[in-house]
């Protein structure tokens, strides 16, 4: 089993910036692609970015294209996402996933999940 934690959530104003944390820790051996994922009220978990064990792969959602940067630290078993530019509609719950094989952009292809952290941006 491997078990995540979120945390650097919070609330900031349009155009500021936060930085979100996610640690690892179990078999974490076996994770092979990491990925952030958000879900606002009354709407579906979308996918935001991704990276791979190797950091050399990224994969990040259009709409936060040139604003968000996911990386991860092998040694520390901790993905980060930094979010900078951040808009009202960037408004969610925001969720750490790991997967065993690579897992992309679809949730159901991941196989451990955080309990998540709320990012709340005022207009």
């Known amino acids: 089993q491997v078990q995540l934690v979120e945390s650097g959530g919070g609330l900031v104003q349009a155009g500021g910036s936060l930085r979100l944390s996610c640690a690892a820790s179990?078999?974490?051996?076996?994770?092979?692609?990491m990925g952030w994922f958000r879900q606002a009220p009354g709407k579906e978990r979308e996918f935001v970015a991704s990276?791979?064990?190797?950091?050399?792969?990224?994969t990040y959602a259009d709409s936060v294209k040139g604003r968000f940067t996911i990386s991860r630290d092998n040694a520390k078993n901790t993905v980060y996402l930094q979010m900078n530019s951040l808009k009202p509609e960037d408004t969610a719950g925001y969720y750490c996933?790991?997967?065993?094989?690579?897992?992309?952009?679809?949730?159901?292809?991941?196989?451990?999940w955080g309990q998540g952290t709320q990012v709340t941006v005022s207009s």
């Open positions: 179990g078999r974490t051996w076996s994770i092979y692609d």
């Open positions: 990276i791979t064990r190797s950091a050399g792969s990224t």
């Open positions: 996933a790991a997967g065993a094989l690579y897992s992309g952009v679809s949730a159901t292809a991941y196989d451990y």
